[in-house]
């Protein structure tokens, strides 16, 4: 299973962004999805995520800016990214946690110019 994320670009500081995670069927069951963020330096930092059942969970930073959510059709997390800052620049990585594995996408890329 491959997942690919899309939606990432340039925008200026106060834009919005959506990223969006594709996937090949996955086939198993899933215990919660989630958006993860990398700078340069640093490590892998959770932004977002959601359990099957609903359940969200938000980094301080992103609170009241960002929404989690499931696409059922492809069982797979997107993100919708509005009041965006500087700070919120790096490689987004899409995670789903399945009963079996933790699948990763390769990356996309967001940068808020100040």
């Known amino acids: 299973v491959q997942l690919v994320e899309s939606g990432g670009g340039l925008v200026q500081a106060g834009g919005s962004l959506r990223l969006s995670c594709a996937a090949s069927?996955?086939?198993?069951?899933?215990?919660?999805m989630g958006w993860y963020r990398q700078t340069p330096g640093n490590r892998r930092e959770l932004v977002a995520s959601?359990?099957?059942?609903?359940?969200?969970m938000y980094a301080d930073s992103v609170k009241g800016r960002f929404t989690i959510s499931i696409d059922n059709a492809i069982n797979t997390p997107s993100l919708q990214m509005n009041s965006l800052k500087p700070e919120d620049t790096g490689i987004y990585y899409c995670?789903?946690?399945?009963?079996?594995?933790?699948?990763w996408g390769q990356g996309t890329q967001v940068t808020v110019s100040s």
């Open positions: 959601i359990a099957i059942g609903g359940a969200t």
């Open positions: 069927r996955i086939g198993e069951a899933i215990n919660n």
């Open positions: 995670h789903v946690d399945t009963v079996r594995r933790n699948l």
